[in-house]
């Protein structure tokens, strides 16, 4: 089974300072990635999504993210946060069509990103 | 608009209860999902359905019941069984359910908060 891990539960940062957020998941074959976020009150919007290609993937609002296969992780990067960026971070992973994974999309335990201005 | 709409926003439950909380898509998508959301574990899988009149369950499906006889919705009802009902329920849909292909991606409904009185 397949299975998603966020390092930090909490993050402070003030704005302008640089943002890494850390996700690693455990499951061997191909990999479809993602990253949601959730803004306070609002529902789950997809960020970023690798499939294929490039590893380094860049998203909305200025985050990118970069898939490095021999490490398992899927890391979030910012280089510079704004107060909007207030928000609970999920990191999510699909494994390969066909495989029991198929159509799961399991998500890691979330991170809280809290920027002072 | 188009989009995932979930009934009630909030509903209180006493013990022993059943109670059962809508999922309308208009999307035109082939696959749902009910996910439940709990602080500091992230979204947690109860069942998919890939197409109408077939579902599986996910991670946590114990206590929980679902149908899809239409295409646009799946509604999830929450049973006696289940132990801690307390929670917020997201639904989400997919084009289908392989998710590995670009493009393909999940989305979100507003949730539903649950509480048991």
């Known amino acids: 089974a397949q299975s998603v891990s966020q390092h930090n539960h909490h993050v402070i940062l003030s704005e302008a300072a640089s943002l890494e957020l850390g996700c690693n998941y455990s499951?061997?074959?191909?990999?479809?990635l993602f990253w949601y976020v959730q803004y306070p009150g609002q529902h789950l919007q997809l960020l970023l999504k690798?499939?294929?290609?490039?590893?380094l993937v860049k998203g909305i609002k200025g985050f990118e993210a970069e898939f490095i296969k021999s490490k398992f992780s899927f890391n979030l990067r910012k280089p510079s946060v704004q107060w909007s960026d207030t928000a609970e971070y999920f990191c999510?992973?699909?494994?390969?069509?066909?495989?029991?994974?198929?159509?799961?999309?399991?998500f890691g335990q979330g991170t809280i990103l809290t920027v002072h201005p | 608009d188009g989009g995932i709409t979930q009934s009630p926003k909030y509903l209180f439950r006493k013990e022993g209860q059943n109670v059962t909380l809508s999922c309308e898509q208009n999307?035109?998508?082939?696959?749902m999902y009910w996910y439940r959301q709990d602080p500091g574990q992230g979204l947690r899988l109860i069942y998919y359905?890939?197409?109408?009149?077939?579902?599986q369950k996910g991670d946590i499906a114990e206590g929980y019941s679902v149908s899809r006889e239409k295409k646009e919705s799946f509604p999830l009802t929450v049973t006696s069984a289940q132990k801690n009902p307390t929670a917020f329920y997201l639904c989400?849909?997919?084009?289908?359910?392989?998710?590995?292909?670009?493009?393909?991606?999940?989305?979100f409904g507003e949730g539903s908060w649950l509480t048991v009185v």
């Open positions: 359905s890939q197409i109408v009149n077939d579902f």
């Open positions: 690798y499939f294929s290609g490039d590893p």
């Open positions: 499951y061997g074959g191909t990999v479809n």
């Open positions: 999307l035109n998508h082939d696959a």
């Open positions: 999510a992973v699909n494994g390969d069509p066909g495989g029991t994974s198929y159509g799961k999309l399991t």
């Open positions: 989400a849909s997919s084009p289908s359910p392989g998710l590995g292909f670009s493009g393909n991606t999940i989305y």
